[in-house]
Every structure is written in C-alpha cells, then in structure tokens.
C-alpha cells in the first residue's frame, strides 16, 4: 500500500471542496479501510453512517492527516481551498499539513468534556486556532473575535466566560466552545465525528442546530460522522453508509433511508425507529442486525457484510462492484451501492 | 483558592505538631532514661541523677514537651547532655552545608530528568526511547551511596581529578569548594534523575494520550508544539508530587553520602550524635528533617493550586 | 457512549456495540527479567544454606585481597574471607530484611488501608492524617532513630524499614478499597446486612490483593536499599554477619588497591533492587494491561 499519485480524472470536479479517492488506511499486516472514495461540495453536508468499528472516525482521522501511530494512509485526498496548487494531502509533510488544519479545515470531536485543555481558559484556547493561523492581527484583535464567536454559538456572557477554564463549564457549553474553536477561521470543511453522542438528549437539538447555522452562514461543506440516523435525517442532504471499512451504500438521505439497496443500510435502518415506528415505541421490539462488528481487520473477503446477512450467497465471497443507481453532480460514487442481493426497487 | 491554601496550612501545623509529639514520645518517653543513655551504664547512679535535675528529666512529661517545643519554637533546642555545646548553632552550621548538596543535587536531577524523561516518552516506540528507558530502570536501581564510591574510585583515586572527600566554605576557597561539591552533588543527583525522568516519562505518556492534545493538534499545532504549549502543564501535576517525594529522599539520601564523602553536614551531625548518644541533639536533628519534609509537601500542595484550576474550587 | 441518559428516539441498536478486543496476557519482558532475577537470588540465598566454594564468615589461610581467580571466583577480602560466599551468604540477609519489613508493612498496612476506605467518617480521615505523618519519616531517617535508642542491629533495621513502608501499603490498598466499595456487588452485600469484616475479608482484600503485591515487590526494592544503606552506615548489619552493605562500607578504604571488593557487592545490590522493580512493574502491567507503560 503505498501513496500512488492520481493526478488528473479523479478530482475533476471542480466544486468539490473535499475529494477523497481510494483512500486507504491499515496497520502494518491489518487493512482498515478499503478504497474510500467520495467527495463533498461547497454547503454540502453529507453524513458518514455505520456501527462503532466500521470505519468512521478513521476516515475522518485520515482526511484530517491524524491517524495515530502506527497506521498509514495511501490514495488521495484534496481540499480545494487553501490547499497549495491541491497537493495530495497525504503526501504533503507535517509542517504543511499543520497549516491546513484548523484554517483550511477542522474537526470537532466527540467527547467534549476532555477535549478542551483543562489548565488553560477557554477564551485562549479559542484566540489561539486564530493567532497560530494569523488570521487576526493581534492578541487585542483575537480576543475581541473570541467573544464574537462565543456570541455566535449561543453562549451567555461570552466576555465572563471566555475568562473561565473548562472544568467550569458543562459538556454542552464545552462543545460550543469547541465548535466556536473549529469555526474560527472560517474553514471550507467542518468535520464533525458524533459532535452531540456524548451530550443530554435536550442539549443536543440545540448543538446541531448551531453546527448547522455555522457551516450555513459559511458556506462551509461538512462531513458529518455518527451512528444516530435521525440525526443525519434532519442534519444532512446526502449520506454515506460505511461497513468494514468499505462504503456500501451512498445516495441523497431521503432516497436512501426510504428505499435502502444494501442489506446492511436496510438493517441499520430496520434497527432504528426511523421507519415504521408506530406500532412498537420500545427500543426492545426493535429488530437488530444479527450478529456484532467483527473485530478490526477480520472482516470475511468479498462482501464485508456476508457473514452477518441473511441474503449471501455464493457470489457474495467476491467483492461486489459499485453500482449507480443513478445520476448525480457529485458523481457515481455519491449515489449508489455495492450489493448483488439488493433489496428494495429490482434487482441489477 | 485563598480558601484552600489556608486549608493546607493548617494542615502542615497539624502535622509538623503531630510530627513533634512523635519524635518527642519516641526519643524521650520510649527509652525512659536519656541521661543513663548518655552516660552508659558503666555511670554511678549519682551521675545520672545528676544529669537528668540539670536538665530537668524528672518534671513531668508534659513539661518537658512544652518546654522543648518552646525551645524549638524559639530556635534554641538546648545544649548537649556531655559537651554542653549548644544544639542550635551546630545544625544551623550544618544545615548549610547540606541545603548546598540537596539543591545542587535537585536542580542538577531536574535538568538531566526533564529532557530525557520527555524524549523517552514521545520516543518510546523507537530504539532509543527504549534504550533510554531501559538505563533509567538500571538508574533507579543504583543507590546514591554506591554511585559515590565508585565516583571516587574513578574521578579522585585513578584520575586525581578531584579530592575524595571533605569540605571548605564557598567564601575562602571557591575552587576547592566547587572541587569538593562535584561529585557528591553527582551522584546524589544521577539516581534521582533516572527516578524523576520515568515519571516524567510516564507523565508525558498519559498526556500524550489525552483527548485534548489531539484538539490541539487539530488546530494547526504541529506535534512538538502541541506537547509544549498543552501538554507539559498538565504532565507537570503527576511531576510535581514525585519531585516533592524525590526532594524528601534526596534531604535523607545526603545523611548516607555525607557520611560517603566525609562532609560536615546534618546527616554527619545526626550520625555523630547517634554514636555519642546525644539524644537532644539527635531529636532536634530528627526533626529538622521531618519539618522539612513536611514543608516541601506543603509547597507541593500549594503548586497544585497553581498549576490545575481544576484543584482551586473541587471541594475536598 | 453507553452512559446517556435517555437515548435518543433513532440510534442504532446492535447486541454488541463495544467490541471486545481479545487481550493475550502475554508476559511482557520486565516481568520475565525481574522474575528471573529475583529467582536467581532467592536459589542463591537457599543455595548458601547447603553449599559455599567457602566456610562462611571464616578467615581462610589465603591471601587477602585477592582479584578474581580460579580458587575464589570472586576474589578475597581483607580479612581473608571468600567474597562469592560473602555473596551467596549476604543475600539470605538481604531477602530476610525485605521480607520481614515488608511483612511488617503489609500486615499493619493493608488493614488500616481498608479500616480508612470502609470508614469514612472521622475514623478513616484520623487513620489517614496519621498515615500522613507517618509518611514525613523516611525508612532510613525512622531506622538512625531506633539505632540511636537501641543501638544498630539487623532485627532493629527490618522493623524501622518495615514501620517506614506501612503508609505507602495503606495508601495504595485504601485507594483500591474505595473503588470496591463503589461496585454494586459490594453495595448489595451492605444492603443484605453483611457484616463489614465479612465484606472486607470476602470482597475487598481479594480485589486488593493484586495491588499489594505489587506494592511489596516495589516495597522489597525499596528495603533491600535501605538495609544496604543502613549496614553501610554500621547501623544495620554488624561486623561479623555478611551483608552486601556492610563488604560495601568495609571495602571503601581499600578502593584503590582493590576495587572490586566494593563493585562486586555494589552490584548485587543494584541487580537485586532492579531485579524487584522490574518484577513489581511488569506484574503491575500483567494485572492490568490497560495501565501499560507507566
């Protein structure tokens, strides 16, 4: 697996803000991700779906050039803006990288109450993304910024609080600041990997709506990763749905979620209580999807999802080939899926 | 904050005055008769009896702890049972000397631990930070005492680079002072360092882990900067409680290499004491160390506060 | 993740949504070092009860200070003794000093330790602050004291170093404690009325015990360093009795002529006390993988 360098058909679009192609990460004898391939648009917001162990973070750790230690990356991925001459960001050094993130784009994680620098006030910790990348001109300057961006995100008396350290504030007040952090300098890509999974159900409507209103007013493409599907219903205009490593299934959410094609998209979706819900509310009549996430690297050859599907055959063994289901802007991986028992309209 | 600091003051009274009890119980009460201890058993009766109305041993207990607390507290703890030399002048001559080896000795340990300790952690996949580390473990095995022998085997027996052993003051002799610091100082400070650069080590390690560091990093840090501008403070806190225990090891450790590298310092004081059976003076040398011990967990406890808001408003 | 309160109305539900990673208890290398090293010298020290190259503690018609040869492996001392028995008989003191001031610790440790983790009232803050002071004495500091009251001896060593350790066994053994008592099988047991030393003998001690093994391993390091310092100083060990501290301090006089005398005994100390450290750290890491590195 080594960085081979794609130059030109692949990032033929020009509006996509983020191209990732054939992106694919393992540790030295364990592949975790298998050519991973999409792209996003300017104010696209497009949702990373699947089960813990799928693959999700990692894509977004890969996109972000901070994968831990020990596992490397190979394809290619590009950011449009503010990117030199749209290198391959996985073949540009450290140095450079760094200049990317947290300008050109940036992430919010999931747990927000140790993400932030507990011996350090939080107004800092936002000056800083905006002093390290010089886009204010002074620590005056900064700071002034700071209260306009924790204005920004809902926070109440930003000036007191922007002097407080984070042991103080609660996990939803946190995030905010941490959203405040990845929205400073106005990035061209949000990352968020399940932003609101670790907040209070109520925190949590009002969290996304700012993420939402954030990348909005900045015209900013999002890549928005979490296992809660009415999340990515009411958040995203296109989803990806990810399995072992691998995306199985891509399209617009309503189409989708509607009328799913893979096997695995249609157990996670029979699984929550998005569809169909009326005639069982509890959470234990829902169906599950037999069997659990194998453990890193032991997903079966061919179809990584056939040792958990009802529907496999044969010809499930062999890795099934990406099937458009049919137009759109962003291209054929962004609508379509990879399964040759599809449920849903026909069978191709 | 102001709160919590006054807490731990009183605490540090309430130990240093349990700390007296004991040390004054244990010297005085447990062996029941210091002046016979003194003297030997080879004294008349009428010696002894002598000794202990001179020096007030047979009042009650109580007063007599009053009273050398009050000599304590006034800085005069008493002249000795058979020289009648005073106490106090002694340790503060000696102290002195021993404060120079302990803070050479800690400041030399910090400069050679923090450095090391920080790149065993971030490298501590690699050969290095392995080899490192490795040699630190063999560090913490090696007792000052046997460091200072074998520094005198080589650097003043075969080399005679420098003398083997004694003392003069900074003042008068500043060259042969610094000639006689060396290697004391050294091997005080080789196996604190191989102590103090695991637990930065391992400090570092834990902080590399943390979720913040990646926050940081998603900002734009590159990853050095990232540990110095996020990581080191809170790798400090962990730090900062071994430093205060390697300092109290250290101030115990000089007794023995004292002793190693014939230096007229508390721990030769207190070890002649203890061969002449001084007790007097062994209690105040006793707990001049433990004061001292005290004192530097309460520095510790006080740097916490400085170091974590998070320690300034949780309640205890 | 699982400690929402509430979940929220659409999320996926799997049987298994935390992989378990199998873990291998592999023994890592500082445990299989430190094991063997530690074994080596307790074979040694039993060794010595049965057989030396020498009669022990005898003064051989050899010539003293003897450098490494084929008749004494390790050489003679000033006093025409053989070093390698000197050794070999040296480490039954050294083990016997550990085990008795870790013993000592252990025993008076690890029930204060619990008494202050199950008490949590005035009694577990008293034996804690207690605990504290005690903590202000260093082992060799506690170990000149008792030399100087009842004059320096290998038994008065053992229990000095022994009282010294006590506050580092019932720290570390409360710490432990305290998260037992918030398990719910030991919140059960209080509710169905046990008595408490039943849930301190049936619960806690065994979930502590881990704890304290490791504590004595370092605990033993620790001691063996100790009782070098204090024979050194001639408040350990007499003169007469092999002790590595003791060939220390007799060989400093001689460091030119004969270095090795002190470098050979200088070594086993320092082997023996990595050899502890190692054990106690590699079992810590075999215990609880998760804590790997530290």
Not at chain 1, 83 to 88: E, G, I, L, Y
Not at chain 2, 194 to 206: F, G, N
Not at chain 3, 216 to 233: C, N, Q
Request: with cysteine; hydrophobic share 50%.
């Amino acid at each position: 697996m080594t960085a081979r360098p794609v130059e030109t058909e692949a990032v033929a679009d020009e509006h996509a803000v983020l191209s990732v192609d054939n992106l694919s990460v393992g540790a030295r004898h364990t592949p975790l991700l298998h050519d991973v391939s999409f792209t996003i648009g300017r104010g696209e917001r497009v949702g990373l779906i699947g089960e813990s162990g799928s693959g999700k973070s990692l894509t977004a750790l890969a996109v972000m050039g901070l994968l831990p230690e020990g596992l490397q990356a190979s394809g290619d991925v590009r950011l449009s803006a503010r990117t030199p001459a749209r290198r391959n960001l996985l073949g540009v050094g450290e140095r450079e990288m760094a200049r990317v993130r947290g300008d050109g784009m940036s992430m919010v994680f999931q747990e927000p109450m140790t993400a932030l620098n507990p011996t350090m006030r939080v107004g800092d910790q936002v000056a800083e993304v905006m002093l390290l990348h010089r886009t204010q001109p002074s620590r005056a300057a900064a700071r002034r910024r700071v209260v306009e961006l924790l204005e920004k995100v809902d926070l109440p008396d930003p000036a007191h609080l922007a002097r407080s350290y984070p042991h103080e504030l609660s996990g939803g007040q946190r995030q905010r600041v941490v959203l405040a952090i990845a929205l400073a300098n106005d990035p061209a890509l949000l990352i968020c990997d399940e932003p609101t999974t670790a907040l209070d159900v109520t925190v949590q409507a009002t969290v996304l709506d700012l993420v939402v209103r954030g990348v909005e007013a900045r015209h900013a493409a999002m890549l928005f990763i979490t296992h809660d599907l009415g999340v990515v219903a009411t958040v995203c205009e296109r989803v990806l749905v990810m399995y072992g490593g691998r995306i199985v299934e891509a399209g617009p959410v309503q189409e989708v979620f509607a009328d799913p094609r893979h096997r695995y998209t249609q157990g996670l979706i029979g699984a929550s209580d998005l569809t169909g819900a009326e005639g069982r509310r509890g959470r234990a009549a829902l169906p599950t999807i037999p069997g659990s996430v194998p453990p890193a690297g032991r997903f079966p050859e061919g179809c990584v999802f056939r040792t958990r599907c009802a529907h496999a055959t044969q010809r499930c063994e062999t890795l099934p080939p990406w099937v458009p289901r049919g137009p759109h802007p962003a291209g054929e991986t962004a609508y379509g899926h990879a399964c040759v028992h599809p449920a849903g309209g026909g069978t191709t | 904050m102001l709160l919590r600091f006054l807490h731990r003051l009183m605490v540090l009274v309430a130990s240093v005055a349990a700390a007296s009890v004991v040390v004054f119980a244990f010297m005085r009460v447990l062996p029941g008769d210091p002046a016979r201890v003194a003297l030997g058993i080879n004294a008349s009766e009428q010696a002894v009896a002598q000794l202990r109305e001179q020096f007030g041993l047979d009042r009650p207990v109580l007063v007599q702890y009053l009273d050398w607390v009050g000599g304590l507290l006034t800085l005069d703890p008493g002249i000795e049972f058979v020289s009648k030399a005073a106490i106090g002048p002694q340790i503060a001559d000696r102290l002195q000397v021993t404060l120079w080896l302990v803070v050479c000795a800690m400041v030399l340990a910090l400069v050679l631990a923090l450095p090391v300790g920080i790149w065993m952690a971030v490298r501590h996949r690699h050969w290095d930070g392995v080899v490192l580390s490795a040699l630190s473990q063999v560090g913490v095995a090696v007792p000052a005492f046997l460091a200072g022998i074998v520094l005198i085997s080589v650097f003043a027996v075969r080399l005679g680079w420098v003398p083997s052993g004694g003392w003069v003051v900074p003042a008068e002799d500043p060259v042969g002072f610094l000639q006689r610091l060396a290697l004391p100082v050294v091997s005080l400070s080789l196996v604190q360092a191989a102590v103090l650069a695991r637990y930065v080590r391992s400090a570092v390690l834990d902080v590399l882990r943390e979720d913040f560091l990646r926050t940081a990093r998603a900002k734009g840090l590159r990853p050095v900067q990232a540990l110095v501008r996020h990581g080191l403070r809170n790798a400090a806190v962990p730090v900062v409680t071994v430093l205060g225990l390697q300092l109290a090891t250290l101030l115990i450790g000089a007794v023995v290499i004292e002793r190693v590298f014939v230096i007229p310092g508390l721990g030769s004081l207190l070890l002649d004491s203890v061969a002449k059976r001084e007790l007097l003076t062994v209690q105040a040398v006793v707990m001049v160390l433990v004061v001292a011990v005290l004192f530097i967990n309460f520095v510790v406890d006080v740097l916490y506060l400085v170091i974590d808001p998070r320690l300034r408003t949780a309640p205890r | 993740m699982s400690e929402m309160q509430g979940a929220p109305a659409a999320q996926v539900v799997t049987p298994d949504d935390t992989t378990p990673r199998p873990r291998g208890r592999a023994l890592n290398p500082s445990l299989l070092i430190g094991g063997a090293i530690v074994a080596a010298i307790v074979l040694l020290a039993l060794l010595s009860y049965v057989w030396t190259p020498w009669p022990p503690m005898r003064v051989l018609p050899v010539e003293p200070y003897q450098t490494p040869n084929a008749e004494h492996w390790l050489g003679t001392d000033r006093l025409r003794r053989d070093v390698l028995t000197q050794i070999l008989v040296g480490a039954r003191t050294t083990l016997y000093v550990g085990l008795v001031a870790v013993g000592v610790a252990a025993v008076v440790g690890v029930p204060l330790g619990i008494l202050a983790a199950m008490s949590p009232g005035w009694l577990g803050q008293l034996v804690m602050r207690a605990n504290d002071v005690l903590l202000a004495f260093p082992a060799l500091l506690l170990a000149i004291m008792f030399a100087a009251l009842y004059g320096g001896s290998t038994r008065v060593a053992m229990i000095a170093i022994g009282i010294a350790t006590i506050p580092a066994f019932a720290r570390i053994t409360r710490s432990g404690a305290l998260g037992v008592m918030k398990t719910e099988y030991v919140v059960a047991a209080r509710a169905a009325g046990r008595s408490p030393l039943g849930i301190a003998w049936r619960h806690v001690l065994p979930n502590v015990a881990g704890l304290v093994i490791v504590q004595a391993s370092v605990s033993f390091a620790i001691a063996i360093l100790a009782e070098a310092a204090l024979a050194y100083l001639g408040l350990g060990t007499p003169t007469g009795q092999a002790s590595w501290g003791r060939m220390l301090f007799e060989a400093q006089t001689t460091l030119r002529s004969a270095p090795h005398l002190a470098l050979i005994p200088g070594a086993a100390i320092a082997l023996s006390v990595l050899g502890f450290n190692l054990f106690g750290d590699g079992l810590r890491d075999w215990l609880d993988p998760r804590l790997e590195n530290r």
